[in-house]
């Protein structure tokens, strides 16, 4: 017997938006023999750093690793403590981890999703060094006030925009007034490059040092070194790593970022949609633009309450029976075994507690079909009228 859903097609959450160009980019460079990090990774790093107005672009090979040399470039380590949203993927409170400092779990505004300068102050300690603030599912943080109380202690903010590529802050591109962020190209995210991630940073001296940290802190590059006949030895100052990424990466992340601005036109269009076809219904809430910017909707989330028939749960499966996959809404990290019982700070966490949850993440992508759109309605408005 056919299910309803074996006899729809399928709804995917997300899809990455790649074509023949993508195809043509990585063809190039397999053709012209390197493939390693090299001058596609350098052009890369120039094209994202003038779209991010930032002054300076280092590629790594992950968000997750991005977030880790940023944190040591900006001095943090043993015996320090990062104040982190739990209500982020688990990397925002791996990060600090991996550095040998102690994530403190802060709570979230419970309209965007992000930290606050109240819910920072909440979690922040003596021995705070950092803070992580996340750019939730696309949504700006309001940087500018948690900067301002921060600075003076000697605290480094650090903006985790792993989902933000495409939303503003204030008229400019998120990032853009952090000292550090650390982006993500994973495939979920709308400009993707398979797997990747990059740090932009005003601060020139820690570019040099991320740079030379994501190549085993060598004295000089590989690319370097090829570029010369007989190429000087090398010397490793510290401890680095293999946080490289390729040419490869790098071609395709050339043709996505000159895509950004229709994919997040596309994506803002179709959130509207979602906005103005469920506004009526009682009991859930889509997750909208902040006062301070604008979103890209990396993921498009819907909060659902007493006052609707269905749990968050409920829901899920209604849109699965038709062959529709949403996602559980974004994880809570004190409530995994990783970090379960790990002395992570005191603050309340409500918040994140409800938002976890009570969320779901709706099918939203570039090549999303109206018709496609409007299956998710029927079945949210049929439900929300049991």
């Known amino acids: ?57 280092v590629a790594t090979s992950s968000c997750t690793n991005a977030l880790q040399v940023a944190l040591l470039v900006a001095g943090v380590g043993a015996g320090d403590d990062v104040v982190v949203p739990s209500l982020s993927f688990i990397a925002t409170a791996n990060a600090p981890t991996y550095v040998g400092a102690r994530p403190v779990f802060a709570d979230v505004d419970a309209a965007t999703g992000n ?21 939730q599912g696309g949504i700006p943080v309001d940087l500018d006030p948690i900067r301002a109380i921060c600075d003076p202690r000697g605290i480094v903010v650090i903006e985790d925009a792993a989902c933000a590529a495409g939303s503003t802050y204030h008229g400019r591109p998120v990032g853009s007034g952090a000292e550090i962020a650390a982006w993500s190209f994973h495939p979920r995210k709308i400009l993707t490059t398979g797997e990747g991630g990059m740090i932009t940073t005003s601060r020139p001296d820690w570019a040099i040092r991320a740079r030379r940290l994501r190549e085993h802190a060598m004295s000089a590059s590989a690319a370097d070194r090829h570029a010369d006949l007989v190429s000087p030895p090398e010397e490793f100052g510290e401890v680095g790593f293999n946080f490289r990424m390729t040419d490869l990466q790098a071609a395709v992340g050339l043709v996505q970022l000159a895509k950004l601005p229709d994919a997040v036109q596309r994506r803002r269009q179709n959130a509207a949609y979602y906005r103005q076809q469920l506004t009526d219904v009682r009991g859930i809430r889509l997750v909208d633009d902040p006062a301070c910017g604008t979103a890209n909707f990396q993921s498009l989330w819907l909060e659902v309450d007493a006052d609707y028939p269905l749990d968050r749960e409920g829901l899920l499966l209604a849109l699965a029976e038709v062959g529709i996959s949403a996602r559980r809404g974004i ?28 969320t779901l993440i709706l099918p939203l992508f570039h090549q999303i079909e109206q018709t496609e759109l409007d299956r998710v309605i029927t079945v949210i408005r049929s439900a929300g009228a049991i």
């Open 115 to 135: 930290v606050t300068v109240d819910t920072l102050q909440a979690a922040v300690t003596d021995a705070t060094r950092a803070v992580i603030v996340v750019d």
């Open 331 to 358: 994880m809570a990290a004190h409530r995994q075994p990783a970090y379960r019982g790990r002395d992570t700070g005191t603050a309340p966490l409500p918040v994140t507690d409800r938002l976890t949850d009570n």
């Open 1 to 57: 017997m056919t299910t309803a859903a074996e006899a729809l097609p399928r709804i995917n959450v997300m899809k990455p938006w790649l074509g023949e160009d993508e195809v043509a980019a990585v063809t190039e460079v397999l053709q012209s023999g390197w493939v390693a990090q090299g001058p596609r990774v350098a052009e890369f790093e120039r094209a994202f750093a003038e779209a991010m107005q930032a002054t300076d672009a």
